[in-house]
């Protein structure tokens, strides 16, 4: 069964200054990649997926993502964060051969950002 | 744009209680799940299911059971609730193929059993 990580329960951080962060899976096999994001009072937003090809995969608002495969991790960068980026940040994997594509999600970040 | 609706945005129940929470999705997706979300533990799949009257457990299916009898709906059945599933339920639906996209999810049911 897969499994995820992401390393920081609560970021806090001034705007314009950069974020990443982390995510690791384990899971041996072909895996599909996402970052959602949940802004206060709202549900769940896709940010951005990888399925295959290029490892570095633009999504919305300005986040990119890193697909490293021998590392297992799919870190989330923005260059310069604005105060409306504050939310909760879930990495999330699949597996494509598994029947019904459940993702399995990491425990998520909170991210806060000082004006 | 896909809809995915969950009948109550804040529940209160006792404890033994017999709950239902419902989900229903506009797009014709094959796949539903639903999930809880707790502090720190990020989102964990209860049930999910590919097909109508089709189910397969996740990873916390203990006290839930789940109902698929028409395409569009399914819901969560909290037999007998507890204050350990306290929590906000998120129900979640998408294609079979998932290269089309990432999941639909509701706006969830924050639940509080006392």
């Known amino acids: 069964a897969q499994s995820v990580s992401q390393h920081n329960h609560h970021v806090i951080l001034s705007e314009a200054a950069s974020l990443e962060l982390g995510c690791n899976y384990s899971y041996g096999g072909t895996v599909n990649l996402f970052w959602y994001v949940q802004y206060p009072g709202q549900h769940l937003q896709l940010l951005l997926k990888y399925f295959s090809g290029d490892p570095l995969v633009k999504g919305i608002k300005g986040f990119e993502a890193e697909f490293i495969k021998s590392k297992f991790s799919f870190n989330l960068r923005k260059p310069s964060v604005q105060w409306s980026d504050t939310a909760e940040y879930f990495c999330?994997?699949?597996?494509?051969?598994?029947?019904?594509?459940?993702?399995?999600f990491g425990g998520g970040t909170r991210v806060l950002v000082k004006p | 744009d896909v809809k995915v609706t969950q009948s109550s945005r804040y529940l209160v129940k006792r404890t033994g209680e017999k709950v239902f929470l419902e989900c229903v999705q506009d797009?014709?997706?094959?796949?539903m799940f639903w999930y809880r979300q707790d502090p720190g533990l990020g989102l964990r799949l209860i049930y999910f299911s590919y097909d109508v009257k089709m189910k397969e457990k996740g990873d916390i299916p203990e006290g839930y059971s789940v109902s698929r009898e028409k395409k569009e709906r399914f819901s969560l059945i909290l037999e007998s609730a507890s204050t350990n599933q306290t929590s906000m339920y998120l129900c979640?639906?998408?294609?079979?193929?998932?290269?089309?996209?990432?999941?639909?999810f509701g706006s969830g049911t924050r639940l509080t059993v006392v």
């Open positions: 979640a639906s998408t294609f079979s193929g998932i290269s089309t996209g990432g999941y639909t």
């Open positions: 797009m014709d997706h094959e796949n």
């Open positions: 999330a994997v699949n597996a494509p051969q598994a029947a019904g594509n459940k993702l399995t």
